[in-house]
């Protein structure tokens, strides 16, 4: 038996097959949940290839900065799951790649505007629309997923540190208000992983680098480890945990940082 056997999970952000989104999917599955997915109009034929592998065919099309198109979804998954949701898997973050690079403080509003509702308002949105689908179920759980350029300076990361640290804020402020209703919300703090958007950070391969030769564990972190840290968190293994982040890389949080900011990125 499975963890999470009977469970329906929603799974939002699988861009392709080096996905974080697309580890964790792999993993519920293997512990017996049933998927439905969430993608850009753009994406859905390269997904629907994905989604076979785990026995899935709902493939819903999404636009986040559209409101409407959340709340569609969350209404077809009501349909498709018979009213319940049990796990929300939120993997979705973005910002113009020119207000990544160079320094934080040409930062554009609409660059700001953009990275912040994305992939941080995104999750509000979500778990406002998965709530009463939740509550249909007697609870359930949502993991979103941050990194710890939201807590201390990545150079190259600029404005998805602002939205990662929104991000985590906003775990905390929806599990104090889903928690009577025996919603759970965490995230998980991936460590460096060689994914489509990690490849977007100026010299990510020193961060990789990094954490091999530094980190207590010495080694890099793999979709498998991220899978089951988020089967843990979706399933009754996890029933006190909620508004945390938990750190999954090879023990890098624990160490105080070197700096990187002025020894490999300063001219």
Same mark, same amino acid.
């Given at each position: 038996?499975?963890?999470?056997?009977?469970?329906?999970?929603?799974?939002?952000?699988?861009?392709?097959?080096?996905?974080?989104?697309?580890?964790?999917?792999?993993?519920?599955?293997?512990?017996?949940?049933?998927?439905?997915?969430?993608?850009? &109009?753009?994406?859905?034929?390269?997904?629907?290839?994905?989604?076979?592998?785990?026995?899935?065919?709902?493939?819903?099309?999404?636009?986040?900065?559209?409101?409407?198109?959340?709340?569609? =979804?969350?209404?077809?998954?009501?349909?498709?799951?018979?009213?319940?949701?049990?796990?929300?898997?939120?993997?979705?973050?973005?910002?113009?790649? $020119?207000?990544?690079?160079?320094?934080?403080?040409?930062?554009?509003?609409?660059?700001?505007?953009?990275?912040?509702?994305?992939?941080?308002?995104?999750?509000?949105?979500? =778990?406002?629309?998965?709530?009463?689908?939740?509550?249909?179920?007697?609870?359930?759980?949502?993991?979103?997923?941050?990194?710890?350029?939201?807590?201390?300076?990545?150079?190259?990361?600029?404005?998805?540190?602002?939205?990662?640290?929104?991000?985590?804020?906003?775990?905390?402020?929806?599990?104090?208000?889903?928690?009577?209703?025996?919603?759970?919300? $965490?995230?998980?703090?991936?460590?460096?992983?060689?994914?489509?958007?990690?490849?977007?950070? &100026?010299?990510?391969?020193?961060?990789?680098?990094?954490?091999? &030769?530094?980190?207590?564990?010495?080694? $890099?972190?793999?979709?498998?480890?991220?899978?089951?840290?988020?089967?843990?968190?979706?399933?009754?293994?996890?029933?006190?945990?909620?508004?945390?982040?938990?750190?999954?890389?090879?023990?890098?949080?624990?160490?105080?940082?070197?700096?990187? =900011?002025?020894?490999?990125?300063?001219?």
């Amino acid at each position: 038996m499975g963890l999470l056997d009977g469970k329906n999970a929603l799974i939002c952000g699988v861009a392709n097959k080096k996905s974080i989104a697309w580890g964790i999917a792999q993993a519920l599955h293997a512990h017996g949940a049933r998927l439905g997915f969430t993608c850009l &109009e753009n994406n859905v034929h390269r997904l629907n290839k994905l989604a076979s592998q785990v026995n899935s065919d709902i493939i819903i099309p999404c636009d986040v900065r559209k409101e409407n198109d959340i709340a569609h =979804a969350l209404n077809k998954v009501s349909a498709v799951f018979d009213g319940k949701l049990d796990i929300l898997i939120h993997a979705i973050a973005y910002a113009d790649i $020119n207000d990544l690079g160079g320094e934080f403080i040409s930062i554009s509003k609409s660059g700001w505007s953009l990275a912040l509702e994305v992939s941080a308002y995104s999750l509000i949105a979500f =778990a406002r629309y998965a709530r009463p689908l939740m509550n249909a179920t007697g609870g359930g759980s949502i993991i979103t997923l941050t990194f710890s350029g939201g807590e201390s300076v990545t150079p190259g990361y600029n404005i998805m540190g602002i939205a990662k640290a929104a991000l985590n804020m906003s775990v905390r402020y929806l599990a104090y208000d889903l928690g009577p209703e025996n919603i759970r919300i $965490n995230a998980i703090s991936a460590g460096p992983i060689s994914t489509i958007s990690s490849m977007a950070v &100026e010299k990510f391969d020193i961060f990789l680098r990094m954490v091999e &030769e530094c980190s207590p564990l010495l080694r $890099n972190i793999t979709l498998e480890d991220l899978g089951g840290t988020a089967v843990y968190l979706a399933s009754h293994l996890s029933n006190s945990v909620t508004g945390t982040v938990i750190y999954v890389d090879s023990g890098t949080n624990i160490l105080d940082p070197p700096s990187i =900011a002025h020894r490999r990125f300063k001219k």
